[in-house]
C-alpha cells in the first residue's frame, strides 16, 4: 500500500492545485530482497541467491562499459553523452564530455506500478520551530524583553516573507493583543533578528512565527504556517 499525502503545487498559478506526494515509504536493499525470495524458496538460501545476482550486476556493468545496452523486464539502459563539441572535427574530451547512462521501468516494473494500490493519509506539514529567545540587551536567554532592545531567535523553518502582511514575527500579549515586529536586522531559516518597538508596555507575551516562506520556491505556500515559543516572556 503506497501512502500519500496532498501537498501545494507551487509550480502552477492555479490557486488550488495540488500534487501528491508519497510518503512512509520503506526502502528494501539487496540483503532484504534476498531474505524476501529465500523465504518464498526455502530451497534457496541468501548466500545462493546473492551470488546469481551478483553475477548479473556483474554482467549488466561489462555490457554498459563495452558501450552496449541492456534491455531487461525490469529496467532499459539508454546511452547519451553529455557535453558541447566545438565544431564538426572535435572528438570526446573527457574534461568536457562525459557518457551518461538514462535507466526506464521495463514492462515488469510499469505493470506493478499500475497494480499499486494506493490510501490517502493526514501528514502534518513542518512547522516554524523556535528553540531559543535572547534579549540581546539584558543578555538573557527565554526570559526578558527588553523595549527598543534587539531579539533574536534561533530555531528552524523561521524565515518569512517580510512583504506579507500576515508573516513576521509577533509579540501576544494580555488579551491576545498582538505586536507584529517591524524592523528586522536578519531573517534567515535559523536565526532571526528584530527590533522591538520603544513603546512595548509591561506585562507578558509569547513569541510568534507565522511564515509562508517555501525553500527553493518563488510561490509563497497557501498555508501560514506558525510556531510560537512555548514559554511566555515579560516586559
Known sequence: MLQYTLVDNLL???????SGQPVHVRSHDLQAVF???SARYPGLTPAQISSA???F???????TESGETVNTPLFTTQLSIAGVFDGAMDAFDAKRHSVRINLNAGVRLRDAARR?????????EP???????????SDTVNETLTPGGVLQLRGSRLKFLPAE??????????????TRLAIIAEN????????????????NYFVEIRTTFTAGNAKPARTLKTGRFHKELAV
Request: with cysteine; hydrophobic share 45%.
Open 35 to 37: 531474505q524476501r525470495i
Open 57 to 63: 550486476i556483474e554482467e549488466v556493468c561489462a555490457i
Open 188 to 203: 534567515k531559516p535559523a536565526r532571526i533578528m528584530a527590533v522591538l518597538p520603544a513603546n512595548l508596555p509591561q506585562g
Open 116 to 124: 499499486v494500490k494506493t490510501e490517502k493519509v493526514a501528514v502534518a
Open 53 to 55: 545476482v551478483n553475477e
Open 165 to 178: 502582511e500576515n508573516n513576521g514575527v509577533f509579540l501576544i500579549g494580555e488579551q491576545g493583543v498582538e
Open 12 to 18: 502552477t498559478p492555479a490557486p488550488n492545485d495540488f
Open 127 to 137: 512547522l516554524p520551530h523556535i528553540l531559543e529567545v535572547k534579549d540581546v540587551v
